[in-house]
T-cell receptor
Framework: KAGVTQTPRYLIKTRGQQVTLSCSPI?????VSWYQQTPGQGLQFLFE???????NKGNFPGRFSGRQFSNSRSEMNVSTLELGDSALYLC?????????????FGPGTRLTVL | AQKVTQAQTEISVVEKEDVTLDCVYE???????LFWYKQPPSGELVFLIR??????QNEISGRYSWNFQKSTSSFNFTITASQVVDSAVYFC???????????????????FGQGTILTVHP
């Protein structure tokens, strides 16, 4: 079974621009979670989607948004990029997003904001 | 609120040494799940183990073993006879049982520790 895939793997943007990252979950998984990883803050939860609905959201500004499509693929969008948005963005999929489920992670998208 | 602490920021050992990575957690829930993930330089988080709060049996998988103690809120990870390929960042994570309350749900949320960088020298 193919794992979680994320595109693109690397991205360079400038301040003020917007960016869209994509995540394809493991086949059959319906829950997708997004995390931001930075050296200073570590791994932080952004949001979770299930059946095209956002069910949970972390403590991030409204510039961070996401969506999920009917095939469970998910995108996250960051508008008006700031230097502090430079990070590794990881997406994880699980069967239902329940706490009993194991989350499987993709390779991440490394975003650099100049 | 839940919290995971990995007090060891970096550990350096020589190949074949045993090494233990510490993890201490805080939660008000009686039902919760603990995880360990490995992050090699490629960046992908690799799942290692999941343990629920009702199962305090230690687990061994090859050179890996885990010691879960509810009395001390700890879930430590030991690598026996370490190898250079074990070099990575290791994360402990906590997932609480889904609930609906004024604070929202806990769907799909893992709370991670800060990670421990393990370097195994040949």
């Amino acid at each position: 079974k193919a794992g979680v895939t994320q595109t693109p793997r690397y991205l360079i943007k400038t301040r003020g621009q917007q960016v869209t990252l994509s995540c394809s979950p493991i086949s059959g998984h319906r829950s997708v979670s997004w995390y931001q990883q930075t050296p200073g803050q570590g791994l932080q939860f952004l949001f979770e989607y299930f059946s095209e609905t956002q069910r949970n959201k972390g403590n991030f500004p409204g510039r961070f948004s996401g969506r999920q499509f009917s095939n469970s693929r998910s995108e996250m969008n960051v508008s008006t990029l700031e230097l502090g948005d430079s990070a590794l963005y990881l997406c994880a999929s699980s069967s239902h997003g329940e706490s009993t489920d194991t989350q499987y992670f993709g390779p991440g998208t490394r975003l650099t904001v100049l | 609120a839940q919290k995971v602490t990995q007090a060891q920021t970096e550990i350096s050992v020589v190949e074949k040494e045993d090494v233990t990575l510490d993890c201490v957690y805080e939660t008000r829930d009686t039902t919760y799940y603990l995880f360990w993930y490995k992050q090699p330089p490629s960046g992908e988080l690799v799942f290692l183990i999941r343990r629920n709060s009702f199962d305090e049996q230690n687990e061994i998988s090859g050179r890996y073993s885990w010691n879960f103690q509810k009395s001390t809120s700890s879930f430590n990870f030991t690598i026996t006879a370490s190898q250079v390929v074990d070099s990575a960042v290791y994360f402990c994570a906590l997932s609480e049982a889904n609930r609906f309350n004024a604070g929202g749900t806990s769907y799909g949320k893992l709370t991670f520790g800060q990670g421990t960088i393990l370097t195994v020298h040949p």
